[in-house]
């Protein structure tokens, strides 16, 4: 590499840090971050711009002191600890004094039934080849690992998750008594369901929160000792359970009861039901619709970090918001949440003809600069796809 190529793309990397410094710090600026009362006691962390690893053990005694340090230090993801520390800002976590910890359930849109091997379309950084498949670590073309990943999750996966969603928030109210449950779309590719946690629940330990995890995805759950057909299976003339009973029983006949578009005041029977569905009941498959698709390890880990509500996720650009119950059943992922309004100019990386992302059409070739709205300018920026023009 000549010394003016060198100095080029020197030249054009601090251009791009510079303007991923310069939006988030302008965001930063005025972001509403929805933060826990007891901000004192909580650990932040960070990651920093063209940084892959994460700052941890910072601690905060106000508001406006983390804003003023976000303001210096505007980073690309930004998390507090769902635990609660006497010492936060040690970074030995056995000595940091943990008080307890707040249950976060995570749910990703693509780990979720049907979706788990979505293709995705992928871009190489190093010889510009656009690539669909999942979770591409290296390009077929020039075997280079540059590869990124540059649209977001497909809409019916999104919108699979927030049936994952409802059905655990059912779960929840229902089983756990749990009144106060807040959703919160991850910025990216999915949803975090926050429930308001009172002192025994933050006291729970990791394996605790793990017979919880199992409870609501059904893992080991013996459904036929919990409808009570006994290994004989003599079970034609056992009534279906009721959509009103607590716990797995109600779950299950939610999904019969809803099959067959009966409402809950009628009694039948399994043999009846078969009749009225005209096929077999497979309880298996009745099981797995019940089952919700939950990331385990975010719930199990008492020390895990949380996106803070209001921060840019920086893989997407997007902020992480609260949206309501109802809304999970038409969400979609588009440029509507950005904060980033503005159009920009930028010179492509790599060539991007007759695609579509965040709900943009483009249609450039590898070094054509074009002016694009704001919030796909993050992105292309933000992963190298395209730089400031």
């Not at 006291?203 to 000792?225: A, Q």
């Not at 920009?344 to 054509?368: A, C, P, R, T, W």
Request: glycine share 8%.
């Amino acid at each position: 590499m000549s010394l003016t190529s060198h100095q080029e793309k020197r030249k054009r990397s601090i251009d791009r840090k510079e303007w991923l410094f310069q939006k988030l710090s302008a965001y930063y600026e005025k972001a509403k971050l929805e933060l826990p009362d007891d901000i004192n006691s909580r650990e932040f962390a960070v990651q920093p711009i063209d940084y892959k690893g994460y700052v941890r053990h910072l601690s905060f005694k106000s508001e406006d002191e983390l804003r003023s340090f976000l303001l210096k230090n505007p980073p690309m993801h930004l998390y507090y600890s769902s635990a609660i520390y006497t010492f936060p800002e040690i970074d030995d976590m056995e000595k940091k004094g943990m008080i307890g910890s707040e249950i976060i359930f995570d749910i990703d849109a693509d780990e979720v039934p049907g979706c788990e091997s979505i293709e995705q379309l992928h871009a190489c950084l190093n010889c510009g080849s656009l690539l669909y498949g999942k979770s591409i670590k290296k390009c077929t073309k020039c075997g280079s690992q540059n590869v990124i990943e540059v649209e977001p999750i497909p809409k019916e996966c999104i919108l699979k998750a927030g049936i994952e969603a409802k059905k655990l928030i059912k779960v929840l109210r229902k089983d756990f008594g749990f009144e106060k449950i807040k959703i919160y779309f991850s910025g990216n590719r999915g949803f975090h369901v926050h429930p308001k946690c009172d002192d025994e629940w933050l006291k729970l330990t990791s394996e605790e929160r793990s017979m919880i995890i199992k409870y609501i995805t059904g893992s080991g759950v013996n459904i036929e000792r919990i409808i009570g057909l006994g290994e004989s299976i003599k079970g034609k003339n056992m009534y279906i359970p009721n959509p009103k009973e607590p716990g797995w029983r109600g779950r299950l006949g939610e999904i019969l009861y809803k099959k067959m578009n009966l409402n809950d005041e009628k009694k039948i029977t399994f043999g009846e039901a078969e009749v009225l569905l005209g096929e077999k009941i497979n309880l298996n498959d009745i099981m797995k619709m019940a089952s919700i698709s939950i990331d385990e390890k975010v719930t199990v880990d008492v020390h895990r970090l949380i996106r803070i509500p209001g921060s840019i996720n920086g893989k997407l650009g997007l902020p992480v918001f609260e949206i309501g119950e109802s809304e999970l059943e038409s969400f979609s992922i588009n440029c509507s949440y950005s904060p980033f309004k503005e159009d920009e100019d930028v010179k492509m990386n790599v060539s991007m003809q007759n695609k579509e992302i965040l709900g943009i059409k483009i249609n450039s070739l590898k070094g054509d600069i074009i002016k694009i709205p704001g919030c796909l300018a993050f992105l292309f920026i933000s992963k190298g796809i395209a730089d400031p023009a």
